[in-house]
């Protein structure tokens, strides 16, 4: 015969807690935490503003923290099609995995047009004669 199974006791109210408390960094800034590519596991690091350099927790590589006001940009190599960040206004990027150099461009140095094969909208350097698509393979003649 099944013997009946009681359930379980209702828990007790928890105790009345501390109202939560979190530390100010050691720069004294409240603004909090800024983050930034290891420059050598590509790792996302996370840092408190103001400091100079980061250490990896993963690989201890210590990447150097740009000066305060830098804007970073992102694209994604063209070897191995890791996501690379650099300081925007660079003209190019190696990859640091596989070492291709990546032509870094500015939104105003670019162009797009329609594939004329499957619509697709694509992206191309200005003074480019042609683009291939990425999609279909067509080659899509820009107007000179």
């Known amino acids: 015969m099944p013997v009946p199974l009681a359930p379980y006791p209702t828990p007790p109210a928890p105790p009345a807690l501390a109202p939560s ?24 690091l996370i840092y408190p503003v103001g400091a100079s350099s980061v250490c990896c927790a993963v690989c201890n590589a210590v990447t150097a923290v740009p000066p305060p006001g830098t804007e970073n940009a992102q694209l994604v190599c063209a070897g191995c ?10 003209t190019s990027v190696q990859c640091s995995c596989c070492h291709t ?4 461009l500015e939104a105003n140095q670019v162009a797009h047009v329609n594939c004329g ?20 393979s067509f080659i899509t003649s820009v107007g000179g």
């Not at 408390?21 to 996302?44: I, K």
């Not at 099609?81 to 660079?90: N, P, V």
């Not at 499957?118 to 042609?130: E, P, S």
Request: net charge positive; charged share 10%.
């Open 101 to 104: 150099v990546n032509l870094a």
């Open 117 to 136: 094969n499957c619509r697709m909208v694509l992206m191309y350097q200005y003074g480019a004669r042609c683009v291939k698509c990425a999609v279909c």
């Open 21 to 44: 408390y979190t530390p100010t960094p050691a720069n004294g800034s409240t603004s909090g935490q800024s983050q930034l590519v290891c420059s050598g596991c590509r790792n996302l």
């Open 81 to 90: 099609h890791t996501l690379l960040m650099y300081i925007r206004g660079a």
